[in-house]
């Protein structure tokens, strides 16, 4: 069997319908594995991930298609497990996938085979798809990409789990695609959203005019309120200068040298930078709902000197809500309404200092490691290696080779 084997021969040959433990000759399994098979990474999916998408169903009780936009890898264990969480809901999961690399290579044996596991699935809608097309490319209003999405209506999670850095260029203005997607979501719906965004840390891997906006969007905040420095003092390990712009030089300095504070401090800045998009027109707040990061590396040749390091890939939980605000009668026909009456006050209105000062004492107080957290934790890494094992099993990949490759992470320092 071949990758160029047609599909619905593959689909044939290799799973038939509801034997997901089947497994072939040849050269299957397989024993070659990405680092998001690692068992940190469906710690990740599993409490990070579908933990805080089961709490936004529980916000809305009467949506039973749940619309997920992803850059899902050829195995679609993310899509699995969200599905699951819907599907003990009573909910159904429809996913929209953008894949650049769909039109150059063919269909594997494991996307063919997890396609068709999650299709399986009663918590999958069967018009679900994966695009080959990049995110980025919504950017472009006359792209296929952005046809997808316009033609989808709005998404209740949206999952960009990068590979590298969450960065713009001239070939994927990521930035750009993040603007039209937001001014999308909150044209399209009232109710509430979530962002899931991984990215790489090193300040060397990202635009250093972007690092500047985004210490331009802290610095703002810094000059308006005092608190707010004081936690991002904290945050950084260094003194809390009185003077606003020495303040952020010595915060900058410091990024250079360390990629974990480098990361919480890119948490930060992406949290203000999308807050104040949606700060515009009718506002919403954005609450960052969890910071959590690892290490990349590990399996590498160089996994002991990666092992020493700090973390330096950070994966942000973000959920968005639209700000409700009272709707007065200018005309003062409505007493209890008119300008002046107190209606007003019975909505919050938008504060964006203190969502910044709440989204900075979030990232002071609950970073978590989970290199060390499931290092640091009695049987966790076996219990996560065994569930993912059995994910991996019926895409096609070696039981034994895989607890091989999962057991030899080196101790990383925490």
């Known amino acids: 069997m071949t990758d160029e084997t047609p599909q619905d021969e593959v689909l044939d040959t290799i799973l038939t319908q509801g034997d997901l433990a089947h497994e072939t000759d040849g050269e299957l399994p397989l024993a070659e594995f990405k680092p998001w098979h690692l068992p940190r990474k469906h710690l990740v999916r599993k409490e990070q991930w579908a933990a805080v998408v089961g709490r936004l169903l529980d916000d809305l009780p009467d949506r039973r298609m749940i619309k997920y936009l992803c850059l899902p890898g050829e195995d679609l264990i993310d899509v699995q497990v969200l599905a699951e969480v819907c599907q003990n809901k009573g909910r159904v999961l429809r996913y929209l996938g953008f894949d650049e690399t769909l039109p150059t290579v063919s269909r594997s044996t494991q996307r063919v085979s997890a396609e068709q596991i999650v299709r399986q699935m009663s918590g999958?809608?069967?018009?679900?798809?994966?695009?080959?097309?990049?995110?980025?490319?919504?950017?472009?209003?006359?792209?296929?990409?952005?046809?997808?999405?316009?033609?989808?209506?709005?998404?209740?999670?949206?999952?960009?789990?990068?590979?590298?850095?969450?960065?713009?260029?001239?070939?994927?203005?990521?930035?750009?695609?993040?603007?039209?997607?937001?001014?999308?979501?909150?044209?399209?719906?009232?109710?509430?959203?979530?962002?899931?965004?991984?990215?790489?840390?090193?300040?060397?891997?990202?635009?250093?005019?972007?690092?500047?906006?985004?210490?331009?969007?802290?610095?703002?905040?810094?000059?308006?309120?005092?608190?707010?420095?004081?936690?991002?003092?904290?945050?950084?390990?260094?003194?809390?200068?009185?003077?606003?712009?020495?303040?952020?030089?010595?915060?900058?300095?410091?990024?250079?040298?360390?990629?974990?504070?480098?990361?919480?401090?890119?948490?930060?800045?992406i949290g203000k930078w999308l807050l104040g998009i949606v700060a515009q027109g009718d506002p919403w707040r954005v609450d960052l709902m969890s910071v959590w990061c690892y290490r990349t590396g590990l399996l590498s040749g160089s996994g002991q000197q990666f092992a020493s390091e700090p973390p330096n890939l950070f994966s942000l939980a973000f959920?968005?809500?639209?700000?409700?605000?009272?709707?007065?009668?200018?005309?003062?026909?409505?007493?209890?309404?008119?300008?002046?009456?107190?209606?007003?006050?019975?909505?919050?209105?938008?504060?964006?200092?203190?969502?910044?000062?709440?989204?900075?004492?979030?990232?002071?107080?609950?970073?978590?490691?989970?290199?060390?957290?499931?290092?640091?934790?009695?049987?966790?890494?076996?219990?996560?290696?065994?569930?993912?094992?059995?994910?991996?099993?019926?895409?096609?990949?070696?039981?034994?080779?895989?607890?091989?490759?999962?057991?030899?992470?080196?101790?990383?320092?925490c």
């Open 124 to 269: 999958v809608d069967p018009a679900s798809e994966v695009v080959p097309d990049a995110f980025s490319s919504i950017a472009r209003v006359d792209s296929r990409g952005n046809q997808y999405l316009r033609d989808g209506g709005s998404h209740d999670v949206v999952n960009l789990d990068m590979c590298d850095a969450f960065t713009s260029d001239a070939q994927k203005p990521t930035h750009d695609a993040m603007v039209e997607l937001i001014t999308h979501q909150c044209n399209r719906r009232g109710e509430p959203w979530l962002l899931f965004v991984t990215t790489r840390s090193e300040p060397e891997r990202i635009a250093s005019n972007e690092l500047a906006a985004y210490m331009d969007r802290i610095k703002a905040n810094a000059s308006a309120s005092k608190t707010f420095q004081a936690d991002v003092a904290a945050l950084a390990g260094c003194e809390n200068i009185d003077e606003v712009d020495a303040f952020c030089v010595e915060l900058s300095g410091r990024i250079s040298n360390d990629p974990h504070l480098s990361g919480r401090l890119l948490a930060l800045g």
């Open 319 to 413: 959920r968005f809500e639209k700000i409700k605000t009272a709707r007065l009668d200018p005309a003062g026909l409505a007493v209890e309404h008119a300008p002046g009456s107190g209606a007003e006050e019975r909505y919050a209105a938008f504060n964006e200092s203190a969502l910044a000062e709440k989204m900075v004492r979030g990232i002071l107080n609950n970073t978590r490691d989970i290199d060390c957290d499931v290092q640091g934790q009695a049987g966790l890494h076996e219990l996560l290696m065994e569930e993912s094992a059995a994910l991996l099993r019926v895409r096609y990949y070696s039981e034994t080779a895989y607890r091989l490759w999962a057991g030899s992470v080196p101790k990383v320092s």
